[in-house]
C-alpha cells in the first residue's frame, strides 16, 4: 500500500466525524485544518502542528496566508488542478470578500475529495458541486516526499 492510499483509507476512517471549530477528535469533532494535520500525521507524513486560537472569522480579518504558510512547510505547491492526485492537499479561498485560503480537504479523485465541512463534518464532496468549493480559487499541495 502507498503513502497515498494509506491517506486516503485514513481519511475515510473520519467520515461522520462532526464539525467542531478547533478540534480535532475523530468522531466527535474536527475542523477542516485539524483534520488535514491529524490524517497526515496519523500516516507518518508530517508531525501536526497546534493552530492555537483562531476566530471563526479569521478569515475576513487578514491578508495573511496563516493555513497556506502553514501547509508550505510540509506540501509542494502544485502548479495547475490537474496535477493533483489521490491524497494531496487542496486549499479554497470560499467567499465573497475572502482574501485568503481558509478550508482544506484531501483530493479523493479530483474533483471529489474528503474535507471537514461546517454543515456536513467531515463528508465526500465534489468540488463542482459544493458551494463550499464551486467558482472559488483554489491551490493544490503535494505532502509526498520525493524519493
Known amino acids: 500500500m502507498t503513502d497515498r492510499d494509506r491517506v486516503i483509507e485514513e481519511a475515510r476512517t473520519w467520515l461522520g466525524t462532526p464539525f467542531h471549530f478547533g478540534a480535532r477528535v475523530k468522531g466527535a469533532g474536527v475542523d477542516c485544518a485539524q483534520f488535514i494535520a491529524a490524517v ?6 508530517f508531525k501536526a502542528e497546534e493552530y492555537g486560537f483562531f476566530g471563526k472569522d479569521w478569515h475576513m480579518n487578514t491578508v495573511e496566508e496563516h493555513y497556506k504558510y502553514r501547509l508550505v512547510r510540509h506540501a509542494a505547491e502544485l502548479p495547475t488542478v490537474g ?3 489521490p491524497g494531496d492537499i487542496a486549499l479554497v479561498k470560499c467567499g465573497d470578500g475572502v482574501r485568503v485560503f481558509s478550508a482544506g480537504g484531501i483530493v479523493l479523485a479530483w474533483p471529489l475529495l474528503i474535507h471537514a465541512c461546517p454543515a ?6 465534489s468540488a463542482d458541486l459544493d458551494p463550499l468549493w464551486m467558482g472559488w480559487e483554489k ?7 520525493k524519493t
Do not use: L, M, N, T
Open 40 to 45: 497526515y500525521e496519523a500516516c507518518g507524513i
Open 139 to 145: 491551490a493544490f499541495f503535494d505532502p509526498f516526499p
Open 83 to 85: 496535477s493533483a492526485q
Open 120 to 125: 456536513r463534518g467531515v463528508a465526500i464532496s
